[in-house]
């Protein structure tokens, strides 16, 4: 059932089930982070970048909560949270383990690069310079990353074309682009600043609650700012014509319906790319 509002109403709309929905991906991220501290503390290779491995057999559950963040921010659909979360986790679940490891590329080599070339920035302006190209080119990553995710669990399109459209939206929308930037580096400089000057028990509870906030947030963030871009250059997704039977006759009804302006449709619940010839 759809009801009348923006992104930002629908989010306190709906947040009980946001939330829900958020901690169906941040508790078993939480989990698996554990896991590797765990593993990384037995062996040796106590670090971040061993820790960040938690990223890749987390992901497919990222497809869920993509999807339903779509379902509320986007079509505000007041969509049944398991079975819109668990369906689109298993529909998605190769591509998304392929998202998994190159957010964690992103994340580890970003953390590298920022240790690394920070701690010599002040012996040497080259380091410096060296780390803001690097920041720019892992801000474009980043971004790239906000499009992937929803335009796997949207569009019926191989992993290639998801990830050219995705670099193509990065310069194409760059007004969007900035917004959700500057918003997501708003809520992650909170977090950084909650952690950094907390301690003893506030600190714990400030912890908890970036666990089970900030991925629901970022993915929100994301998902409602840069959509409508992705519709206005991909194909739409919000009331599309709907086609339940993935047969010829049915796709070319679909296409007359639809004007002819659009080169997808709706085929059980995912946007198909047809051949209006």
Known sequence: MKKKGTAFKN?????????????????????????????????????????????IPSAPLLAGLVMFVRKIAVENEDAELFPTFIKSVKENLGYFLIHGVAIYLITACTFFSVLYYGSMAGENITYGSILSIYLVFTAILVTAMFYAPLMTVTYELSIKDIYKNSFLLVFGKILRNLGALVLIILVSLLAFFGVMYTNGILLWITVGLIVIIYPLLFVYISVSVVSKGMQESVGSFVNPVKVVEDDSDAVQQAIKSSNGDSDYVFVNGKMVKVDKK
Do not use: C, D
Not at 27 to 50: D, E, H, R
């Open 11 to 55: 989010f306190f709309r709906y947040f009980p089930k946001l939330l829900a929905a958020g901690l169906m991906f941040s508790v078993p991220l939480a989990a698996f982070t554990g896991l590797f501290i765990l593993i990384g503390y037995l062996t040796g290779f106590n670090n971040i970048i061993v820790w960040g491995l938690s990223i």
